[in-house]
């Protein structure tokens, strides 16, 4: 079946199109509302997934003080996503970030801000997909009660292969559409903050019949984010409660399918940070105070078991038989949100060979599913390949990945907060809401980001930061060579494209006064 190239041709001429109307690209309209917006920004941040992954992490770093570093991490987030909200009011666009930063800063800005989502995405797809693997093969061998079976997820040759076989599934079903994505994430994500409750609750049993030797009372002292012990651990714990929240912007990113796609897209994005926000605390204060944060035994700063809390704690906190549910919640969110983080990547890819920033292939919709079919492929397979090689170079690549998409995360969502304040610079003083949420939060979001960037980038050429491993005959940190080696790349792809697709880069294409187009049917 053929695919609808929605891409603008020389000589379109608009009419009746205000400023600020949607520019249409054969997208599906209004197959998603409120509540399936907001369940599509929970589902693609995955907290299951993200417990599970960095909740030891983020308790060797920083100790005691991890509910607040978790706050710490919401604070700049919230700010961010005021911006978002103001941007999408007046630029609802499925390019989001990509669209907007070119509107107020240029198109090479813009182009590097597009690419820095697009590639954040490609490793968390590849990280949620090496999760999912894992938990598959720990959930079979508890299944089967085989150690054998669990075991085959260390063979690489198996955990590469099941791994692409995910993905594939995964690309299969977003490349369907909105219809057949919502209706899994509605089952997806409640499974998961079900089970995510039912842990708290058993948790909060155990602790307060002091099961665990290495259990703690709690203290409001945890909430107190000035106790970390360094800068440098502040830092790396922040950069871990950042991406936790990662996201929580795939809600913006269908805003041309969503209902009301001014206003609808915003809202559910909060709802979906206040969600995680609380299940995070929840989470982090009852498994505190549970196990405690120490580094023996269950403590959740475990060496051995930090970077998968959920496998150590299933079975002593919730039993053989409920633990087995853990399990289950677990592979659930990596899996709901390897589907739903499709989303963003895919419709960013759409709007920058929409206005001519990538070759115009990737501009064609599905005539039937209303998605952008090739854009989608090119994304399962751009993580499938970078999962495979990541996992032949490195030993830990999925604390090092995780580490990496933490200034990734900064780096295009500083600049959406900048975008924000330059391009609405001339309103802010018509009114005390349009200079806070289109000027003061934003910046105080975008600043804060982006020290997060610079001193994680400073932090992260020393070999011992992350995982500690560096490739061979590199004296420079796994998290470094990753983070500044994709940016480059960008670099390098950007110069490139500029010279097949000139007319975007000298701002024939798109700028801040351009109509958005709206392409009939």
């Known amino acids: 079946m053929t695919q ?26 209004g197959s998603v509302g409120l509540v399936g917006s907001a369940v599509i920004g929970i589902s693609t941040v995955a907290p299951v997934y993200c417990l599970t992954s960095t909740l030891g992490s983020t308790a060797g770093e920083v100790g005691l003080q991890m509910p607040a570093i978790f706050l710490a991490g919401f604070l700049p987030m919230l700010l961010v996503a005021f911006a978002y909200r103001e941007l999408n009011k007046a630029m609802p666009d499925c390019g989001t970030s990509f669209t907007w930063t070119v ?57 590469i292969v099941t791994c692409l076989t995910l993905i594939a599934v995964a690309t299969a079903i977003s490349y369907r559409g909105m219809t057949a994505t919502k209706g899994v994430q509605y089952a997806l994500v409640g499974l998961q903050l079900v089970v995510l409750a039912v842990f708290v609750a058993m948790a909060f049993q155990k602790a307060s019949a002091g099961t665990f030797d290495t259990g703690l009372d709690f203290s409001w002292s945890w909430m107190n984010p000035f106790a970390v012990e360094s800068m440098a651990a502040f830092t790396a714990g922040l950069s871990l409660s950042i991406f936790m929240y990662w996201g929580w912007d795939a809600c913006l990113a269908t805003n041309e399918e ?54 150590a704690l299933a079975g002593p906190v919730m039993g053989p038989v409920l633990g087995i549910l853990l399990f289950v ?64 170079v490195s030993e830990n690549v999925l604390t090092d990945t995780i580490f990496a998409l933490g200034l990734m995360i900064c780096f295009y969502y500083s600049l959406t907060a900048f975008a924000c304040v330059w391009y609405f610079r001339g309103e802010l003083r018509r009114s005390a809401r349009d200079l806070f949420f289109k000027g003061v939060f934003p910046i105080l979001g975008g600043l804060l980001l982006a020290a997060v960037f610079f001193k994680t980038l400073y932090d992260a050429w020393d070999p011992s930061y992350g995982s500690g491993s560096t490739l061979p005959g590199l004296d420079v940190g796994n998290v470094f060579v990753i983070g500044v080696g994709l940016l480059a790349l960008g670099l390098v792809i950007m110069f490139v494209t500029e010279r097949r697709s000139p007319a975007f880069f000298r701002g024939e294409v798109l700028t801040k006064s351009t109509p958005s187009l709206v392409v009939e049917d």
Not at 339 to 367: D, G, N, W
Request: charged letters at 15%.
């Open 4 to 29: 609808l190239d929605v891409r603008p041709r020389a000589g379109d001429t608009v009419s009746g199109v205000a400023e600020g109307d949607v520019r249409g690209k054969g997208l599906g309209k």
């Open 103 to 159: 509107k107020a800063f240029g198109p090479r800005i813009g182009w590097m801000c597009g690419w820095g989502l697009v590639i954040a995405t490609i490793i968390v797809l590849s990280n949620l997909a090496g999760v999912a693997t894992s938990y598959f093969w720990l959930l079979a061998g508890e299944i089967t009660n085989n150690a054998s079976v669990a075991a085959l997820d260390d063979n690489k040759l198996v955990h």
């Open 258 to 311: 969503t209902t009301g796609s001014t206003k609808t897209p915003g809202r559910a994005s909060l709802i979906a940070m206040v969600v995680l926000v609380g299940s995070y605390l929840a989470t982090g204060v009852a498994a505190q105070m549970a196990v405690g944060s120490g580094g023996e035994g269950l403590g959740l700063a475990n060496e051995e078991t930090s970077g998968n809390v959920f496998a």
């Open 329 to 392: 919640a677990v592979l659930a969110s990596a899996a709901a949100s390897l589907q739903t983080t499709f989303i963003p990547v895919a419709r960013t890819v759409l709007a920058m060979s929409t206005y001519e920033a990538l070759p115009a292939s990737y501009a064609k919709v599905h005539p039937r599913f209303k998605t952008p079919g090739r854009a989608t492929v090119m994304a399962g397979v751009a993580t499938g390949a970078f999962y495979t090689v990541m996992t032949l």
